[in-house]
Nanobody, 127 residues
């Protein structure tokens, strides 16, 4: 079993930056691909970014590409999402997710591919 706990959300002005963290428990968590998703009020959960277990393969949604960076520190069992040049439309609850396929370079953009989810952290960007 893997448990995920997000942190780092908050209120920020447009143009500002935030770094989200996702701490994973479970000794196998560092072997899984991880992803970040977000859900705004009244909208479906959408893909943001994903990273392979080793960190050498990443993929981003077009809406955030060039502004957000996903990374991981397997020694700390933690995945990060560095968000810069934030816009009001980035306002959402951000969720961390993990697959359960070990040592795969494949990354996934759909929620159905992820088996473990955190509780989410709120990010609010004011204009």
């Amino acid at each position: 079993q893997v448990q995920l706990v997000e942190s780092g959300g908050g209120l920020v002005q447009a143009g500002g930056s935030l770094r989200l963290s996702c701490a994973a428990s479970g000794r196998t968590a560092s072997t899984y691909a991880m992803g970040w998703f977000r859900q705004a009020p009244g909208k479906e959960r959408e893909f943001v970014a994903t990273i392979s277990w080793s960190g050498d393969n990443t993929y981003y949604a077009s809406s955030i590409k060039g502004r957000f960076t996903i990374s991981r520190d397997n020694a700390k069992n933690t995945v990060y999402l560095q968000m810069s040049s934030l816009k009001p439309e980035d306002t959402a609850v951000y969720y961390c997710a993990a697959t359960s396929t070990a040592y795969s370079r494949t990354v996934y953009t759909t929620t159905s591919r992820y088996d473990y989810w955190g509780q989410g952290t709120q990010v609010t960007v004011s204009s």
